[in-house]
């Protein structure tokens, strides 16, 4: 079994504040996986989760076969994938 970590994108708080104004935090980015394609979606709405084959919420760790594994490695996911032994 391998985990899986949806990525996340970096962003800095809106601030003018010199020193509040270069805080930044990692926001997770939610995967949606349809007719075998992934995309990225920041905040998914319900009816793209209930349309979605699999999804996988940012911010969350799952647990992956070795095909899906294999599946998120070719579509460029590979970074985010963590062997568990």
């Given at each position: 079994m ?25 926001r ?41 594994a ?16």
């Open positions: 391998s985990t899986f970590s949806p990525p996340g994108r970096l962003e800095r708080w809106p601030v003018v504040h010199p020193l509040f104004g270069r805080m930044s935090i990692t997770g980015v939610s995967l949606l996986k349809e007719s075998g394609i992934y995309r990225q979606v920041p905040t998914p709405l319900a009816e793209e989760i209930a349309a979605a084959d699999i999804t996988y919420l940012g911010g969350h760790v799952y647990e992956i076969d070795a095909a899906e294999a599946a998120l490695t070719t579509a460029g996911y590979g970074e985010w994938i963590e062997e568990q032994l």
